[in-house]
């Protein structure tokens, strides 16, 4: 009999018809015979013998009311339940293995009769299963040919009366700034103290010819504002680096690893001569005789280079020695910028070999700190007064301000191989860093349009200030056009469009109905145009061509997903992605063409059936 543990169901509500009898077997093999509903059940069941037992019909209840009856692995036998309660008792099905295709011949007339009955189901066609190498988007960097250029500006570098420096940036936030250096030999000496006219202040050569600049020596209080040091020490890094021989780099010593951004730890025991640089007997005859200005040397020292007593002098915050260093710093300079003129009237004069060495640049590129160093001044001085003003915006609106890093434009300009001959279009360019930043690293010509007062304002006087800081450093920059006004009402826009080779959409806070009204713009652009963007303009990246998809707008794109890093733009800390569009008719033709052919083979098919 069975165990009074067994489940009762006898709490469930009986059916019309009369009980069954329900053997369980064992393992071994056995058979049931179950009576019908109207007469006396009888079982016959081969060895072992087994229990049976009657109960009342009940309907199907959920699987979970049986926790504990188990039909394999129990010896208590299952009851006689309804064919659903058993199919839900019934263990997980076994994927069946795949079996070898049969022949259509062979398979029978069931299973042709069904087939008949469908239509052939078509290859699946998607957006991205055109006929195209990956490699139409190379890596940012080193992958990207360097395009030809001249580099080198025509102009003199003298800035002008109207030229913001960095003087004058921190004299009008001077109560913002606090002491960096002082006179370790002379406590009451305050010349190193924030004044309103009497600040302590060197002044930078820079590589073109009457390019100069004044730098205050102050800290911010804010260590997140402008900090004139970092900066003054950052472009003479750069401009030993990348503008002299090395031979005139020895002259200087070594260029220290870390700057004034980094931590200030204790410098290494300072030794009379740079290591790895070539001794004063090696030193090319062009850089005339200047041994007595490359070093600094007190009584009773060795004689320190000059790069290195300038580290010493920002670690110990001395500033006597501080400006006998960029003293002598800045008249090696000027003898490599204006070296003696010939005795000889008829030799041709001497040339200004810092200007001179951009011209090496034709085939290797503008070296990127020269660039990035470009950039950073210009937007210190041009952009960086105004930060806090740039915050008054709408929260949450498609005119929430925020902008690329210089590291992610400088990565979208590569892959997108802008050229001299090139035009780029920034729809909604802010304060126009990045349209600076792009005909300056490519020469290509630059249009902007910003609906925002404020930004546009500072953008205008940014290229500007640009155009100045560039004939400084000695290079030449592409044209820049800036507008104010709506980008989907702006004439001039509607005109570019279709010349464009590369448009930058920052949408990552547009809403949906500014996205949609970008979209048929995109029409006009040329065959191999390319749209960034920081949303995608597709509604999949690779979505299959479907009848409601076909005819989209944005399926004349082919569309590449790339990730930027920490770091890269000003609304987070965090990562992202962005999406290359390019404009791709020949591969939109080529997948219509497929859907086409699909879509007629598929209704012959059923004209044929039907008929």
Known sequence: MLSTSSPDFSFFSPSKGSSRSVVSSSKGPSRSVVSSSKGPSRSVVSSPPVVTKRIAHVPAPPPSWFPHIKRKSSPIPAPDLPREVKRLRAAPKRVPRKSPSVPASRSSSRASSA??????????????????????????????????????????????ENHWSSEQIVKRLMKSYKPYFRNHDDPRDYSFKPHPTRYPVVELEYPNTGAVEQFILLAPKDKDHYNPIMDLEKSLYTIIECYLTPAQQALFGSIPSETLSEALSPLPSLSSSPPNSPSSDSISSSTYSLSGL?????????????????????????GPLFRTTMDKINTLLRTLKYPPVPNDPFASPPCNSLKYSVTQWTQTGMPKKVLMRIIEENYQRSVGPYVQSLKAYEAFSSTVYGELMPSLAYEMIQISRLREDSLFLDLGSGVGNV???????????????????????????????????????????????????????????????????????????????????????????????IVIS????????????????????????????RPYHSGSVSWGNSGGSYYVHRVDRAGYAEILARFENSRVGTGRSSRMRRS
Not at 122 to 128: A, D, H, K, L, V
Not at 303 to 312: E, G, H, K, N, S
Request: negative net charge; contains cysteine; glycine residues 6%.
């Open 115 to 160: 087939t008949d009955s469908r239509p052939p189901s078509p290859e699946p066609i998607y957006r991205g299963s055109r006929s195209r190498s990956a490699s139409a988007f190379p890596g940012w960097d080193d992958q990207c040919p360097i395009q030809s250029r001249h580099w080198k500006a025509t102009e003199d570098g003298e800035p002008g």
């Open 294 to 318: 490359s070093s600094v040397s007190s009584p009773g020292a060795k004689p320190v280079p000059l790069l290195r007593a300038l580290q010493r002098a920002i670690h110990r915050q001395d």
């Open 435 to 529: 349209c600076a930043q792009a005909s300056l690293q490519t020469g290509c010509r630059s249009y902007g349009i910003e609906v925002l007062p404020g930004p546009a304002k500072i953008a205008r006087e940014m290229k500007e200030h640009l155009a100045v800081r560039c004939r400084m450093w000695g290079v030449r920059l592409g044209e820049i056009e800036l507008e104010e006004g709506d980008m989907l009402k702006s004439s001039r826009v509607n005109e570019l469009i279709p010349q464009a080779d590369v448009v930058l959409v920052d949408n990552k806070v547009f809403d949906e109905k500014l996205n949609e009204a970008l979209r048929p713009k995109f029409l006009d652009l040329k065959e191999g145009a």
């Open 534 to 561: 920081l949303k995608p303009f597709v509604s999949s990246l690779n979505a299959r061509v479907t009848e409601r998809n076909v005819d989209d707008i944005s399926a004349i794109f082919d569309v590449v997903e």
